[in-house]
Nanobody, 116 residues
Framework: QVQPVESGGGLVQPGGSLRLSCEASGSISSISAMGWYRQVPGKQRELVAIKISGGSANYADSAKGRFTISRDDAKNTVYLQMNSLKPEDTAVYYC??????????WGRGTQVTVSS
């Protein structure tokens, strides 16, 4: 069973950068997409970016031009490079793994706090 594990969150000042990583252990050949969502208290979890296996990446409007998603299939890992961070990017970021069967898994989340 694939289990995503995130790392790389933390505290950063506005305008700074962070890189999140998510390693998916298990049977990765069944993965159709890997991506990132985020959630703040009292709000729904929202898509940040997603990378389709062998295909393109899609971004939320709030992430375009500042965030970059990439995958290293040899390491079963997806990354989210976040630049020009803003206080409104503060959230818990969750790794998302979707399978060709249509099922999916969430990571446990990693906190990103953008504050001076």
């Amino acid at each position: 069973q694939v289990q995503p594990v995130e790392s790389g969150g933390g505290l950063v000042q506005p305008g700074g950068s962070l890189r999140l990583s998510c390693e998916a252990s298990g049977s990765i050949s069944s993965i159709s997409a890997m991506g990132w969502y985020r959630q703040v208290p009292g709000k729904q979890r929202e898509l940040v970016a997603i990378k389709i296996s062998g295909g393109s990446a899609n971004y939320a409007d709030s992430a375009k031009g500042r965030f970059t998603i990439s995958r290293d299939d040899a390491k079963n890992t997806v990354y989210l490079q976040m630049n020009s961070l803003k206080p409104e990017d503060t959230a818990v970021y969750y790794c998302y793994v979707r399978f060709w069967s249509g099922s999916f898994r969430w990571g446990r989340g990693t906190q990103v706090t953008v504050s001076s």
